[in-house]
């Protein structure tokens, strides 16, 4: 009998020195849903209660790529600046960290308020580096400014050293970029823009059509009040939404997204999941 019960006795003392599994709102069968996220860090919030409805690696510091333009876009706009000034795309702007090709030709000029349109509708990086180099005191002042914006956002485990989104040294939490987001969606500008589904420039001669980098804009079964997307390869996919579900307002944050296409999918994943279970989800969380 002793033989018996000491491995018994043994192996709940091992169970109670284990790590508790990270508690979440879903559970069981709601729980199932969201198993299959291709998103290595992942924060589902109600905006309106603050109320966390699902987190996954909420407070892992990551690369965030282009989400990166959302700060951008808040230190443009609150810094009050000529939004009909015109800035002139040069070679400061070109791409020496990824190398990555542009449409925005150098030489180009628009306005301010054009550059804000491509960096946020299209992740236009040479737009967004033309925005922090207007900025007063130039580009080190621009990204000062960033650092001090997420500070008092909140923002305790973010950090940023350049406008784009381009370097891996851009990071935050899903935590993090969720306080951003809420700031963000506050202000029509970065609405309107972050969810245009196209917008025309003229380089010289010929126009130039963009388009918006996240095709859930496009999707009539979504309505989608503020977006960003953004991908590096050292941050994978990456997407933030402030959309409704059934007119329930949810902010959502996916990180590290494993194929080209699996954040957008993870976003249908979590909007099927709120929908069929989002009021006993938001009960659950605490919210009546």
Request: glycine share 6%; with cysteine; proline share 4%.
């Amino acid at each position: 009998m002793r033989l018996f019960i000491l491995p018994v006795l043994f192996l709940f003392f091992l169970a109670g020195c284990l790590p508790q599994a990270q508690a979440r709102p879903a559970s069981g069968q709601r729980a199932a849903q969201l198993a299959t996220l291709r998103s290595s860090a992942v924060v589902i919030l109600d905006p309106k209660s603050n109320a966390v409805l699902y987190q996954k690696n909420a407070h892992a510091v990551m690369p965030i790529a282009s989400l990166t333009k959302l700060m951008t876009a808040l230190v443009v706009l609150e810094a009050r600046q000529d939004m009909k000034q015109v800035l002139a795309v040069t070679q400061a702007d070109v791409d020496r960290l990824k190398h990555s090709t542009s449409r925005l030709r150098v030489g180009t000029r628009l306005t301010r308020a054009d550059m804000l349109h491509l960096a946020l509708m299209s992740s236009e990086n040479r737009a967004a580096s033309a925005l922090g180099r207007y900025y007063p005191g130039g580009t080190a002042k621009f990204v000062h400014a960033m650092n001090a914006k997420a500070r008092a956002l909140g923002m305790k485990d973010t950090h940023y050293v350049e406008p784009t989104g381009l370097s891996h040294h851009n990071v935050s939490t899903p935590t993090d970029l969720a306080r951003l987001v809420v700031a963000a969606e506050r202000n029509p500008v970065i609405r309107r823009y972050s969810t245009d589904h196209g917008f025309v420039i003229r380089q010289g001669k010929s126009q130039t059509a963009y388009h918006n980098t996240n095709r859930l804009t496009s999707s009539a079964s979504w309505r989608i009040r503020l977006q960003k997307t953004g991908y590096i390869s050292e941050a994978g996919r990456c997407m933030v939404l402030y959309a409704f579900v059934r007119k329930r307002p949810t902010v959502m944050v996916f990180l590290d997204a494993q194929g080209k296409f699996s954040h957008a999918a993870d976003a249908n994943r979590v909007r099927s999941w709120l929908a069929r279970f989002g009021a006993r989800v938001l009960a659950r969380a605490g919210r009546p």
